[in-house]
């Protein structure tokens, strides 16, 4: 069991720490604030909540950007600390959010694709060549040499995505970080990246942590939801159990929020939780879902942070109602 | 011809803008009728002119304007006969409001939001004074679900969704016959997105106002559509009621527009449309989508008009002429 775990999350913190006046500590913003998880080879999970739950800092402590407060993170069972960045990077890829800001507007796609190769140490320009060509094909920019001398402004957005693609698999990674990849693209292209993130990741038995705020998009391929709620994963299970036995109630408003199209939205009102997401320099106090939650304990919920609950096999909730 | 209870008409509304490549077709002999009281989605995808058509009929126009052509009849009344300062008095905002892309964050950031919602009452001086301007706001408040102590707050210190309430407030404050909303809940949370549609929804029930949403998320549309509207590059390709376009529409691109929506509660093959969206400078003489239409025929080099297949329901494509 344990060589087949890619990489393994143990009590992740992350905070900082904010200072008035520039040296005075004026308390700590827990992005992170205790995060466990493992990823098995080949497998794709999703991270879903919403902006300010500390999804994004979690990815970029994943990719070694961040370095964390407290825990550890394993990576094919050897600690991150341990690693060569290097070396580790190069087995990571990073696709980001925004496309046109994420490539260097004045390379072209031949250079943007050569430079992590030439980085780690591939010397050979034929071998280089090669390779790029491989990876353009597979992420279906053909003819290739069409698209080598083009500048990122020259392609579409969903061109770019792929361009970013093509750059984050490159080096043959075994772990791609996904951050929101297709929220910035239009309805009809979005579909076309989130199948070719997923041929991809079956082709080369990658794992894949998809971050995204849109929990419709989610199911289309990745095998379990976790759900990110202040700094917490609230609630972790298989995609088919998740959407249709949510536990969290919290992972209830979200659902519940998403829409169909569906024309008969327009005759109904939605339940939802008021409120704001917690402030992550002063969480509440317990669970920080509580003063949003329609099913508070009191004396409970207000008091204690709540344990990681397994009430199904394979399900994980971090609510005091599945004590 | 006219219907009694037509709220707006929009006939071969044209907007062309020149640039440096060319002159762009924004808005391309655009055509709808909205009634008053059912509210319209217009759909469409980043460029394909939607933001722009939203201009043309406040008429906010950048410099840049080549072609500004077309009728806009609001209550019957031409408006695009209008001079510019009787526009300005009479209608935009009095009686259209906008809403605009990512409004929430151009909130003045020293000016209470007591202030700005209150502006449009004391510049049109439709009000006594301070005081019942103050009441109009607060009343506009308590419409949108903004709590009432907030007015007396600064924008930096109200929540995403809390701001976006401020901004449709300040649209409704005039109590306008029609408030065009142009993405108002793109930028927000999923739980946000669905408090602001739960207001705007109420507000429609109890306030005699139309809207106009403008919008690139699909699913989040269907809250508020009575009627929809899909534009693709720079034109109208089909107008029906919202029951057929989420079910069953038309036109070849919304059918593969459709099936690219990514649905939670129900199993279905996902599909994406092959190619991208021409260019509207130079756009292709003909059907605008012919190039990526799976059911492209001969007839299609020439350009479809816009026709009425059904009571109120207008396709652009020859398959349905």
């Known amino acids: ?6 990489l393994r999350v143990e009590d992740i913190h992350i905070w900082f720490e904010l200072r008035k006046w520039g040296f005075l500590h004026a308390g700590f913003v827990r992005a992170v604030d205790g995060v466990n998880f493992d990823l098995r080879h ?22 070694g950007l961040v370095p964390p407060t407290r825990g550890r993170i394993s990576f094919n069972g050897k600690d991150l600390e341990a690693r060569n960045m290097r070396e580790y990077r190069s087995q990571v890829g990073y696709v980001q959010q925004d496309p046109y800001g994420a490539l260097a507007s004045f390379m072209n796609v031949r250079g943007i694709l050569e430079e992590p190769l030439r980085i780690n140490g591939v010397r050979n320009s034929a071998e280089r060549k090669e390779r790029i060509a491989e990876i353009l094909t597979e992420v279906k920019l053909t003819p290739v040499e069409e698209f080598l001398p083009k500048f990122p402004h020259m ?8 361009v970013v693609i093509a750059r984050s698999m490159v080096l043959k990674p075994k772990l791609i970080v996904a951050d929101e990849p297709v929220s910035m693209l239009d309805a009809s292209v979005r579909v076309e990246i989130l199948q070719l993130l997923e041929k991809l990741q079956h082709a080369h038995d990658l794992g894949v942590i998809y971050i995204t705020h849109d929990l419709a998009t989610v199911r289309y391929f990745t095998e379990r939801i976790f759900v990110m709620y202040g700094a917490n994963l609230v609630e972790m299970a298989e995609v088919k159990e998740l959407l249709h036995n949510p536990l969290h109630p919290y992972t209830r408003a979200l659902l519940t929020a998403t829409s169909d199209p569906d024309p008969a939205n327009a005759a109904t009102f939605k339940e939802v939780p ?4 917690p402030s992550l320099l002063h969480p509440p106090a317990g669970c920080k879902f509580h003063p949003r ?3 508070i304990i009191k004396g409970l919920c207000d008091v204690e942070r709540p344990l990681n609950f397994e009430p199904q096999c394979g399900h994980f909730v971090m609510c005091w109602l599945y004590k | 011809m006219m219907k009694k209870d037509t709220l707006i008409r929009i006939e071969n509304l044209r907007l062309y803008f020149r640039t440096g490549g060319g002159i762009v077709q924004a808005v391309d002999e655009v055509s709808f009728t909205l009634s008053r009281g059912p509210s319209m989605v217009i759909v469409g995808e980043s460029g394909c002119g939607k933001t722009s058509l939203a201009r043309a009929i406040l008429r906010l126009l950048p410099r840049n304007v080549h072609t500004y052509a077309g009728q806009v009849s609001l209550n019957g009344v031409d408006i695009m006969q209008l001079g510019d300062e009787r526009f300005r008095r009479e209608v935009r905002w009095i009686r259209i409001a906008l809403v605009p892309q990512a409004a929430m964050n151009s909130l003045n950031p020293v000016i209470k939001i007591w202030d700005q919602v209150a502006e449009p009452l004391l510049i049109h001086r439709l009000v006594r004074g301070k005081g019942e301007a103050a009441e109009r ?7 949108v679900g903004l709590p009432v102590d907030f007015l007396d707050r600064y924008p930096f210190e109200l929540s995403g969704g809390m701001r976006q309430r401020a ?18 809940t793109s930028a927000l949370d999923v739980l946000t997105q669905a408090n602001i549609m739960n207001a705007l929804k109420r507000i429609k029930r109890e306030v005699e106002t139309s809207f106009i949403l403008i919008t690139h998320d699909i699913a989040t549309s269907s809250e508020l559509a009575d009627e929809a509207a899909i534009m693709y590059a720079g034109q109208i390709v089909e107008v029906c009621d919202a029951a057929r376009f989420y079910h069953e529409p038309f036109h070849p691109y919304s059918r593969k527009l459709m099936a690219s929506v990514p649905t939670l509660r129900e199993e279905k093959e996902l599909e994406f449309i092959p190619g991208q969206p021409p260019s509207l400078i130079n756009p292709p003489v003909g059907c605008r989508f012919a190039e ?3 059911y492209r025929f001969g007839k299609c080099e020439k350009e479809p008009p816009l026709a009425e297949v059904g009571a109120g329901h207008w396709v652009k494509c020859w398959l349905h002429n």
């Not at chain 1, 300010?52 to 994943?62: N, P």
């Open chain 1, 155 to 162: 392609l579409s957005g969903g061109q770019q995505q792929r």
């Open chain 1, 42 to 63: 080949g497998e794709a999970v999703a991270i879903v909540g919403e902006s300010g739950c500390g999804k994004s800092t979690l990815a970029r402590t994943i990719l």
């Open chain 1, 293 to 295: 939650c329609y099913a």
């Open chain 2, 167 to 184: 901004v449709i407030a300040m649209a409704l404050v005039m109590k306008p016959a029609l408030v065009i909303l142009d993405e108002p």
């Open chain 2, 292 to 294: 990526r239409c799976p």
């Open chain 2, 137 to 143: 706001a607060r009343s506009a408040c308590e419409l």
């Open chain 1, 274 to 277: 008021s409120g704001e997401p």
């Open chain 1, 1 to 6: 069991m344990q060589n087949e775990i890619l």
